[in-house]
């Protein structure tokens, strides 16, 4: 039986060392785990703090799907930020204690008063002040007037994200854009070419992250009177931006009710009732 060649057995050697690295899982340190646990941890829906709305967003899941870009309409005085602070507290009090909401704050409004109203109104009495401040030191306002501002911000978190070192967002379960308009309007004026070209870029910005952490993010809107329906102000074609929409009005009789404009399992426009109290000073 004739011996084999030593330059056939080291090629033989040569591509088995090949196929083995190819199949053998990559070895990775516990910080390159981070973005994995970060995904595993922030799977669950986060709740609107109302169950028919809940229902709407995803049905038998219940609320703002994680990794999902969302826009919040509503005119002028529809309750939107009011809205939000319901939804907030509601979760405040039902998330863990180590978890965090960020709000980012393009109107230079938030107000962590009408925050701590919404808080002690869902609890049903005052909370003691070690507990409110508790509460409210998990949420993390950034001030963004302008996107000279946004997108540093997104720049940042992304660079904590791809670190080795743990990430202060990874314990984020839900972030709020208050607002895309207030956001845009310093920086391109009238100009409806730049609203949406800027408006895209935003939103690509937002869906990554909202992916890369795990999230639902909420973008919060202006919308005009159109045929006494509402719309969003920056048209049509931002609504492809966004994952679903949803708008905030009063209907004839005075009720305000929620409207889910654009959804991938639902035929729209479909509405619910969402009375809240408002607590605006």
Same mark, same amino acid.
């Given at each position: 039986m004739a011996m084999p060649d030593p330059q056939d057995k080291l090629l033989v050697s040569h591509f088995a060392g090949q196929a083995a690295q190819l199949l053998a899982p990559p070895i990775s340190s516990a910080a390159d785990l981070v973005p994995n646990l970060i995904q595993a941890n922030n799977t669950r829906a986060i709740t609107s703090g109302r169950p028919s709305l809940d %229902?709407?967003?995803? %049905? $038998?899941?219940?609320?703002w799907l994680p990794g999902r870009l969302y826009e919040l309409a509503g005119a002028a005085g529809s309750g939107k930020t009011e809205f939000l602070y319901s939804m907030v507290a509601a979760n405040l009090l039902a998330l863990p204690p180590q978890s965090t909401i960020v709000w980012i704050d393009s109107v230079l409004g938030f107000s962590p008063q009408r925050l701590a109203g919404h808080l002690a109104a869902q609890v049903g009495q005052q909370l003691e002040a070690a507990q409110l401040s508790s509460l409210l030191n998990r949420v993390q306002v950034a001030q963004c007037p302008s996107t000279d501002a946004f997108f540093p911000l997104m720049a940042a978190i992304n660079r904590t994200l791809s670190s080795r070192n743990h990430s202060p967002f990874s314990s984020t379960r839900l972030i709020i854009l208050d607002s895309i308009h207030a956001l845009l309007a310093p920086?391109? $004026?009238? %100009? %409806?070419? =730049?609203?949406?070209?800027? &408006?895209?870029?935003? &939103?690509? =910005?937002?869906?990554?992250? &909202?992916?890369a952490l795990s999230v639902p993010i909420i973008v919060t809107n202006n919308a005009s009177r159109w045929n006494k329906r509402n719309k969003p102000a920056l048209g049509q074609a931002w609504q492809h931006c966004v994952d679903e929409g949803l708008v905030l009005f009063e209907d004839e009789k005075g009720k305000r009710k929620v409207a889910v404009l654009k959804s991938g399992h639902l035929s729209v426009p479909v509405s619910v009732n969402v009375p809240f109290m408002n607590l605006a000073a």
């Open positions: %229902s709407l967003l995803c %049905s $038998g899941r219940g609320g920086t391109v $004026g009238d %100009s %409806s070419d =730049q609203w949406l070209f800027l &408006a895209r870029q935003v &939103a690509v =910005q937002l869906k990554h992250l &909202a992916q």
